[in-house]
Nanobody, 117 residues
Framework: QVQLVESGGGSVQAGGSLRLSCAAS?????MGWFRRPPGQEREAVSF???????WYADSVKGRFTISRDNAKRTVYLQMNDLKPEDTAMYYC??????????????WGQGTQVTVSS
């Protein structure tokens, strides 16, 4: 069973930047980031298979960039121009066969991102 370790969360002011990292202990096909804002449902943020195969939620397009380093088995989420509405617990997810993340996929423990106005 692949394990995921996230890092890089924190507190920033609006307009600031953070970079999240998620290191996997084994092979993954698709890796992604989800977030759960306070009092809301979990939502998808971004997925990546290769640098040419990525997906972004409309709310983060143009501000967030996902990338992966296969040699390090690590996926990154560069978050720029952060807004208070980006405040959430961010979760890394990985799947060995597709980008449909379910309870059978692998999930990280989460890292908190707080953006103040």
């Amino acid at each position: 069973q692949v394990q995921l370790v996230e890092s890089g969360g924190g507190s920033v002011q609006a307009g600031g930047s953070l970079r999240l990292s998620c290191a996997a202990s084994g092979y993954t096909y698709c890796m992604g980031w989800f977030r759960r804002p306070p009092g809301q449902e979990r939502e998808a943020v971004s997925f990546i298979v290769t640098r040419l195969t990525t997906w972004y939620a409309d709310s983060v397009k143009g501000r967030f960039t996902i990338s992966r380093d296969n040699a390090k088995r690590t996926v990154y989420l560069q978050m720029n121009d952060l807004k208070p509405e980006d405040t959430a617990m961010y979760y890394c997810a990985a799947d060995s066969s597709n980008c449909i993340f379910t309870s059978k996929s692998t999930w990280g423990q989460g890292t908190q991102v707080t953006v103040s106005s």
